[in-house]
């Protein structure tokens, strides 16, 4: 599993099965977790460093992480995913 799909399903562990196949079906999703993934990263980044912007990047990565997340949770809860037949 890619480390954007770890981190949606580190966010959202209860729907990781949905997670893992809306990212092979739909490109939009998967994008929007690469995003995801990538905010999350940064945010730790900016927790980490001493910059003087440190504070001021902290906050828009929480706002962009927290509304990334609402997006992931709003797809999810629209997804009719139909599982791939297990053979």
């Known amino acids: 599993m890619d ?6 399903i ?8 949905t997670i893992t ?7 939009g999703f998967r994008e929007m977790c690469i995003d995801f993934a990538t905010a999350e990263a940064e945010l730790l980044k900016w927790r980490a460093s001493t910059d003087p ?5 902290i906050e828009e990565y929480v706002v962009l992480v927290e509304e990334l997340a609402q997006e992931i949770a709003t797809t999810l809860d629209k997804a009719a995913v139909i599982p791939f037949p297990k053979r």
Do not use: K, Q, S
């Open 3 to 8: 480390e954007c799909a770890t981190a949606a």
């Open 10 to 17: 580190r966010r959202f562990p209860d729907r990781g099965g």
């Open 21 to 27: 196949e809306l990212m092979a079906r739909n490109e």
């Open 53 to 57: 912007r440190r504070g001021r990047r």
